[in-house]
């Protein structure tokens, strides 16, 4: 799959940790690789032995200098048939990384990681820059670092993936990060274990904040929670006024259908967006690759972003303002759905950037292709969990709207996000096979390749249908 969020990893070498940030390589995600040079000590610069120098490395080659953040090259794939490694090391050259092979002082390290060759070499070549460079940092003291990525997570609220810079951060440190404050109520590590306390280059997912921070935002623990609080406000209130000024290109928007007719007439469109995503990094990627879909005859605003399910105040905002609704891994509610449709609101979801990307920009020159979109069959809570000896979890479910049908696509929704999407495996009433189950009546759903269940989930069918254009 594609890498869409930064991942934080740390593993031990020989008694010594060192910390892995995973930026994605799409050419939208570029604010999530600067944040990664920034926030890093040396950067693993990843390139493929048969693809060589792409614009993303290149990119990412020059976040890494303006940082000023030494660059170890993993030069990976090389057993592929069609890799080229001395032509990579020459495209290297080319950007100033003249390896040491060539008399420069770039370390290159060969790999072909699939198959587990070159990943000690390379950890050996992190340890020796450290010692080099002389990378320490004072673990005690109040914390202080950078927030990675953030979520609105159900049941356990807003979550923030931190990276510690100095000192130690624990259970129970009023904390303010960005606008967003409150008290550490739990942490957890790269491995899902629950932590009492995190030091230096230690990556946590830290719960207890009042609401989501920005990815980017720097994290401080706090004497008290009182001056968290008063911090956080502070800064809330600054970021509400400046969002009330909104952008100032919204004005009367067009439907996506509609632009190609406009911009025949001679006329500027502007196609009004409303944003949503499923977490912070990805919404500053999505919103920055569409900006650079702008040309003279369109023009993009965006009414509003956010993280989070599409709601009914997103609804409501996008049929004001005649905006189009877009959804990144995220979806509607139900009553948001119904909404929609009585308003006439567009809502367009998609999980993968690019899709998303080559659709708004075939709307934006005029040659839309064949829509389809996804209509929703059927919608059941999970309301209890089995656990069936070599057959996994089966959701308790009552069917809250339409039919659920065995065999039919289907996916799951957690607070509005996609978690995961496959297909229908078993479909049960009182333990006898159904082929259907209505609206009104309990059910047993065994899924694919999915058994991370909880109640309150939302299971929903669906179909695609190829939309009649007019």
């Known amino acids: 799959g594609i890498t869409q969020h930064i991942g934080a990893y740390q593993v031990d070498v020989r008694g010594r940790k060192i910390t892995f940030l995973d ?3 799409h050419a939208a995600f570029t604010k999530m690789r600067a944040r990664g040079a920034q926030v890093t000590d040396i950067v693993i610069l990843m390139v493929a032995a048969d693809d060589g120098v792409m614009p993303q490395t290149i990119e990412a080659i020059n976040h890494a200098k303006a940082a000023e953040v030494p660059i170890v090259v993993a030069l990976n794939k090389i057993d592929k048939e ?3 490694p001395q032509r990579v090391l020459s495209q290297l050259a080319e950007h100033e990384l003249v390896p040491e092979s060539w008399g420069g002082d770039t370390i290159v390290v060969e790999m072909a990681a699939q198959q587990g060759l070159g990943i000690d070499e390379i950890l050996d070549q992190l340890l020796l820059v450290a010692e080099l460079e002389e990378l320490t940092a004072n673990p005690t003291g109040r914390a202080k670092g950078v927030v990675l990525e953030a979520n609105l997570d159900v049941g356990r609220g807003p979550v923030a993936t931190v990276l510690v810079d100095k000192g130690e951060l624990k259970v129970g440190d009023p904390i303010v990060a960005g606008a967003a404050w409150g008290r ?9 274990e629950q932590v009492k306390s995190a030091g230096p280059s230690t990556p946590v997912q830290v719960l207890g904040l009042q609401s989501v921070p920005n990815a980017g935002d720097e994290f401080r623990s ?4 009182k001056t968290a609080r008063t911090v956080g406000e502070a800064r809330e209130q600054r970021q509400r ?3 009330q000024r909104g952008d100032a290109r919204v004005q009367k928007g067009v439907k996506l259908e509609d632009i190609f007719s406009q911009i025949q007439a001679g006329e500027v469109a502007t ?3 409303v944003l949503k995503a499923d977490v912070q990094g990805s919404l500053e990627a999505v919103t920055e690759a569409l900006r650079r879909l702008e040309r003279d005859e369109v023009k993009l605003a965006f009414v509003h972003r956010g993280v989070g399910g599409i709601t009914e105040n997103d609804i409501s905002l996008a049929a004001t303002t005649n905006a189009t609704l877009i959804g990144f891994n995220v979806r509607p509610d139900r009553k948001a759905r119904d909404m929609a449709d009585t308003e006439g609101v567009e809502i367009r979801t998609y999980e993968i950037i690019y899709k998303l990307l080559e659709d708004i920009e075939r709307a934006m020159v005029g040659m839309l292709a064949p829509e389809f979109e996804e209509v ?6 999970v309301r209890e969990i089995f656990r069936v000896p070599r057959i996994g979890a089966i959701a308790g479910c009552y069917v809250r709207s339409g039919t659920i049908t065995r065999g039919s696509k289907v996916r799951f929704l957690r607070d509005g996000a996609i978690i995961w999407k496959g297909a229908i495996q078993s ?3 009182f333990k006898e096979d159904a082929r259907e189950v209505r609206e009104g009546f309990e059910c047993g759903i065994g899924l694919t390749d999915f058994q991370d269940l909880r109640q309150g989930d939302l299971i929903e069918t669906f179909e695609e249908r190829e939309i009649a254009r007019v």
């Not at 706090?222 to 929670?225: K, N, T």
């Open 241 to 243: 006024l400046k969002a």
């Open 23 to 25: 930026t994605p390589g």
């Open 376 to 381: 929703v069959t059927g919608e059941a809570e």
């Open 222 to 225: 706090a004497s008290d929670e």
């Open 82 to 84: 069609n890799a080229d």
């Open 271 to 273: 196609l009004n967006l």
């Open 184 to 192: 550490v109520r739990a942490m957890i590590n790269d491995k899902g």
């Open 427 to 429: 479909l049960k009433r």
